[in-house]
């Protein structure tokens, strides 16, 4: 994993005047020389927003269900814990 590129204050003021004129992301890159390695080496762990990775065996599918079902339950004797609780007073 390579180091942070951290940018001059000039550049940075300058995307900023070029974004508020209406210049597009590539093109502003472009003429700048700013370098977006983040497109071409991902970092951390890429989600899908709760679709899941493509390709889960069945087995994985079966267990990422359940993990899901047992979040539930506990929700839920939470919930009717405190509704006793107040039903009490």
Do not use: A, C, F
């Amino acid at each position: 994993m390579g180091t942070r590129v951290h940018y001059p204050e000039e550049i940075k003021w300058k995307v900023i005047e070029l974004k508020q004129k209406g210049v597009n992301n590539h093109t502003i890159m472009d003429q700048l020389g700013i370098n977006n390695i983040s497109q071409t080496h991902p970092v951390g762990k890429q989600y899908t927003y709760g679709k899941g990775p493509d390709g889960l065996s069945e087995v994985e599918e079966l267990r990422r269900r359940n993990k899901q079902l047992e979040t539930q339950l506990e929700i839920l004797k939470k919930y009717q814990e405190i509704e006793r609780r107040w039903s009490r007073r």
